[in-house]
């Protein structure tokens, strides 16, 4: 009798904690069924307001801006100036990547550049992986490395697949590298010439370090068979260095002058003289139209 009391007391005790587990399992099956709802309602939000945020950009150029420790210690790396973003190195698919490249396809912008606001692109561990996803989802995309070519010779298998690059140098001279990437290891930019199948732009950022030694990098550059350049100014910069002197400009681009130097096509880039629309992925996801990324917010 006793143990009939019992079961029937276990019976009254256990069939509301079946009904509770009932329950549970409908509010998960319906949490997992309308989760999906949920994303696919907020992905529709997001992509209406795309449309309408960017439907006036004319922008041309796309950047995706890597975010994480770098291999070099360059005092004036654009990223000490910028807000800290997270690192995304180790991260695929990148945050946000399928709003941007859906933002490229509906405004058709095809040029897409690789780099970093405090790292290098080639550190980035997915690199080959985005590359071929970039060019399964931006039909006709034109890929473009910006690295400071540390890792270039390294690498050149996935090097190769970009369809060009353009490389920091800041001087063939050890000591003037020393002071302008913390590093005194000269690019060898001989060999890195030699094993790429793709075009290979210079850019030159150019300070009090390495001022004078400007005629000699170019001509440099051109004897190892580089044919386009760019001599950057540093932002912010109030010296006005008197860069190619006795060359007259032979056309402008995005507000800057093109020089013919001897057959190698130098452009004196200013970045707050520039005029450019283009398309930014920052590592947290953030799509900025700003083309200084001190703005991009
Ligand atoms: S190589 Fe580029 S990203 Fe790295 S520290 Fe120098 S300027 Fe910054």
């Not at 005790?13 to 099956?29: I, N």
Request: charged share 25%; glycine share 8%.
């Amino acid at each position: 009798m006793a143990r009939g009391r019992k079961e029937r007391s276990d019976a009254a005790r256990w069939s509301g904690a079946t009904k509770d587990m009932a329950r549970g399992r409908k509010e998960r099956s319906d949490a997992a069924r309308w989760s999906g709802a949920t994303k696919d309602m907020a992905r529709g939000r997001k992509e209406r307001s795309d449309a309408a945020r960017w439907s006036g950009a004319t922008a041309r150029f796309a950047n995706i801006l890597f975010s994480g420790p770098c291999n070099l210690r360059c005092p004036d790396c654009i990223g000490r100036r910028l807000v800290p973003r997270p690192d995304n190195l180790d991260r695929f698919p990148l945050a946000g990547l399928d709003r941007f490249c859906g933002l490229l396809r509906r405004l058709g912008v095809t040029q897409v550049t690789l780099t970093g606001t405090n790292t290098d692109p080639q550190l980035y561990r997915h690199e080959a992986a985005l590359i071929a996803a970039l060019r399964a989802r931006v039909p006709g995309a034109r890929l473009n490395l910006h690295t400071n070519g540390v890792l270039a010779l390294r690498r050149i298998e996935t090097f190769n697949r970009y369809d060009r690059a353009c490389i920091s140098l800041p001087s063939f001279e050890p000591d003037t590298c020393r002071r302008m990437t913390g590093s005194a290891r000269v690019l060898p930019l001989a060999r890195i010439l030699a094993a790429a199948r793709i075009p290979v732009k210079i850019s030159t950022l150019v300070t009090e370090h390495n001022v004078a030694e400007v005629p000699s990098i170019v001509a440099r550059c051109r004897a190892l068979g580089i044919r386009r350049m760019a001599l950057r100014r540093r932002h912010g910069d109030p010296r006005r260095y008197p860069l190619l002197a006795g060359h007259r400009p032979v056309r402008r681009f995005a507000g800057n002058p093109v020089f013919d130097v001897d057959g190698i096509e130098v452009t004196v880039w200013d970045f707050g003289a520039t005029t450019l629309d283009c398309l930014n992925l920052l590592s947290d996801g953030t799509i900025s139209g700003a083309y200084l990324l001190e703005r991009a917010s």
